[in-house]
T-cell receptor
Framework: KNEVEQSPQNLTAQEGEFITINCSYSVGISALHWLQQHPGGGIVSLFMLSSGKKKHGRLIATINIQEKHSSLHITASHPRDSAVYIC????????FGTGTSLTVIP | KAGVTQTPRYLIKTRGQQVTLSCSPISGHRSVSWYQQTPGQGLQFLFEYFSETQRNKGNFPGRFSGRQFSNSRSEMNVSTLELGDSALYLCASSLLAEQETQYFGPGTRLLVL
């Protein structure tokens, strides 16, 4: 049983395209996190959400608590956005999605 | 401010041995969490420490243990290593709680032969 489901698993986009990654979860949460992992392992926390919407540069994250769903949007994608994006939920412990591997082609 | 540091970065052990990994959080952060990442299982939560107390624990066997010191530095220990323990072990720190923004270290890559 997966507490966190992400889609798609893999995504290839042309530079400049608008990208959406989806995350659904099945348990109560305190917060939802979007993480970025580059090759080599380093993980960076992009957003932490408990409601509504957050924006940071070209990245936008939204969450719908009633529907237990979150989306990560990347506007005007760039090759440097190529990474694995991981959705995680926190409550008593962290549960992670399996990640979305994004490749942005110049 | 220096980021989260983990030592060692790479480690090779044999089955049956034990290993201790270290994590130094960002200065002022009091919560340290540990995670295991493998190609098959992805990221999994091990445990979280706050003010020297284990606050939350994931679903790992008792061979996995940890502790936190008064300066918030944390160690995790794996005893009686198994081949399946080969993984990237990440720690993350936050100011007060696991529910806050997590700042991740670079990880320790453990290979069990």
């Amino acid at each position: 049983k997966n507490e966190v489901e992400q889609s798609p698993q893999n995504l290839t986009a042309q530079e400049g395209e608008f990208i959406t990654i989806n995350c659904s979860y099945s348990v109560g949460i305190s917060a939802l996190h979007w993480l970025q992992q580059h090759p080599g392992g380093g993980i960076v926390s992009l957003f932490m959400l408990s409601s509504g919407k957050k924006k940071h540069g070209r990245l936008i994250a939204t969450i719908n608590i009633q529907e237990k769903h979150s989306s990560l949007h990347i506007t005007a994608s760039h090759p440097r956005d190529s990474a694995v994006y991981i959705c995680a939920i926190s409550g008593n412990q962290f549960y992670f999605g399996t990640g979305t591997s994004l490749t942005v082609i110049p | 401010k220096a980021g989260v540091t983990q030592t060692p970065r790479y480690l090779i052990k044999t089955r049956g041995q034990q290993v201790t990994l270290s994590c130094s959080p960002i200065s002022g952060h009091r919560s340290v969490s540990w995670y295991q990442q493998t190609p098959g299982q992805g990221l999994q939560f091990l445990f979280e420490y706050f003010s020297e107390t284990q606050r939350n624990k994931g679903n790992f066997p008792g061979r996995f243990s940890g502790r936190q010191f008064s300066n918030s530095r944390s160690e995790m220990n794996v005893s009686t290593l198994e081949l399946g323990d080969s993984a990237l072990y990440l720690c993350a720190s936050s100011l007060l709680a696991e529910q806050e923004t997590q700042y991740f270290g670079p990880g320790t890559r453990l290979l069990v032969l």
